[in-house]
């Protein structure tokens, strides 16, 4: 059987911000076939593309109006099937989300649902629920949305008053969707075989611990806001149960396209701490991967790192699967400005050093578009260009997730750098001036610079295809050791001064310079290398 996904590195795309073909500021489909290529010469094995199906945006696509068909802005049905096929024949496989929590409120079934008034059977698709209090005028729960303010708005009836209540655990835009209904069941099924007729390769699937809400809606008892980030223990919207069934379900849905030379596979976005319980998604009849957020969570910290290892390394080896390592994605601040908030070159370098970390650890491992070129988080984007639906719920008091999806700058001197046709306007996200120096061009042509540092360990990993067991070595505390098998090993420094450690056998890749001396090799600090015995 082949598990490719098992060892793949995934670069993840998001759309809105990879590649624009037709300078509306926005990247779409062709831009990504047109950058194929690149990724092909990056090593990687497959692309996950973020929502590109038809939505009002309120969500950068994470509030679908339709799941079966392409926004205009990111291109056509012809589109997606050119991707798949130039992307195969480059040997790039391609994953798409789906987003099975919520849809947009602009979905057919909301808006017939809000047409067709309480007590209608349109209505079960949803969580609709009357108000408490004497004129129900308090929200059905205590329930927080992730975005901020409560994860309830009230509807209004033809005549004008207020009537029933709705859940959305994320934007008012984007309700929930009723998951014991059978329609909702069905529908997905269908969604799932369609993008599977097409060609793709798998789904990474939204909040996919957040289908199921606890029989009969209880408080939750706290006054915080929801969070996708803290521990999820005991929330009634998270991790119930009755998920697992439809897991099952779409496993069967997905094995009946599965070939052996050609599996497809799902990969969870699921955020649950707990390493049994995450487990549970990744059982031989469930889903195939979860991202370790865990490991993304963890500080530059040895001793933090490691515990994340380890509880991934928990999570996975006893249902017989794999773990998937991530830094960085579309909803988390970039690493290197989380490893260094102030300091760019000491980001950098622990930027490359993670990435020995993270290629060298048993699994797959998932890449964010722009992490190859040493992106760092955009922090001063100005108030008005903001649109990430955090920044309006917070009350203007959490800037949200924009800073990360910034467009690449992939050539020229100045903004937008390429992102688009010459002489487009300004792109959806304006681009740092300063990221001259880091455009795809620049870099292409400077073999030491991140892209290049990207490419290569890329290219080495898949020469040691590494397969064995990950054994911690003795090191000390401050310093990362671990074997594969007898043959390699990987070291880094995480401390504040460099190390000298007995050399574990021949430099194969380094972060930063390694000096040696007979058997004794120093480590600078905030290094990563791989040896080869
Ligand atoms: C997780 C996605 O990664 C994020 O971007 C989105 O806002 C929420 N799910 C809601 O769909």
Known sequence: MNTWWQHAVIYQIYVRSFADSDGTGVGDLAGIASRLPYLAQLGVDAVWITPFYRSPMADGGYDVAD?????????????????????????????????????????????????????????????????????????PNDWRSVFGGPAWSRTTRPDGSPGE???HLFDSSQPDLNWEHPEVRAEFADVLRFWLDRGVDGFRI??????????????EGTDGPATLLEPMASKPYWDQEGVHEIYRQWR?????????????????????????????????????????????????????LRAAIDAALATCL????????????????????????????????????????????PG??????????????????????????????????????????????????????????????QP????????????VERQLADPASMLR???RALRIRRELGLAEPLRWLPAPASVLAFERGDGFVCTVNLGAGEVELAAPGDLVAASAHVSRHDDRIWLPTDAAAWWRR
Not at 256 to 271: D, Q
Not at 321 to 329: D, E, F, I, K, T
Not at 348 to 355: C, N, P, S, T
């Open 206 to 219: 939204d909040v996919a611990h957040g289908l199921v809400k606890a029989e009969g809606l209880p408080d």
């Open 165 to 167: 209540w709705y859940l």
């Open 364 to 425: 797959g491992a998932y890449l964010y578009q722009g992490e190859e070129l040493g992106l760092r988080e955009v922090t001063d984007l100005p108030d008005k260009v903001l649109q990430d639906p955090i920044w309006e719920r917070s009350g203007r008091t959490e800037r949200g997730r924009d800073g990360c999806r910034v467009p690449l700058p992939w050539a020229g001197d100045t903004p937008p750098f390429g992102f688009g046709p010459d002489g487009m306007g």
């Open 453 to 455: 540092f990207y490419q």
């Open 252 to 304: 069967q849905v997905l094995d009946a396209y599965s070939t052996a030379e050609s599996p497809r596979i799902f990969v969870a976005e699921a955020w649950v701490s707990d390493p049994e319980r995450l487990s549970r998604y990744l059982r031989a009849d469930e889903l195939h991967q979860a991202f370790n957020f865990g490991y993304l969570k963890a500080a530059w910290d040895a001793e933090q």
């Open 67 to 139: 799941y079966r068909e392409v926004d205009p802005v990111f291109g056509t049905l012809a589109d997606v099937d050119r991707v798949v096929a130039d992307a195969h024949a480059l040997g790039i496989r391609v994953i798409v989300d789906v987003v099975p929590n919520h849809t947009s409120a602009a979905h057919r079934w909301f808006v017939a649902a809000l047409a067709a008034g309480e007590g209608s059977t349109e209505r079960d698709r949803y969580v609709f629920r009357p108000g408490q209090g004497p004129d129900g005028s308090l929200p």
């Open 428 to 439: 959806w996200l304006p681009m740092p001036p300063a990221w001259a120096g880091h455009t």
């Open 318 to 361: 006893p249902v017989g699967a794999q773990p998937s390592w991530v830094l960085s994605n579309h909803d988390m601040v970039r690493h290197p400005s989380r490893y260094a908030p102030d300091d760019p070159e000491l980001g950098e370098r622990r930027a490359r050093a993670a990435l020995l970390l993270t290629l060298a650890l």
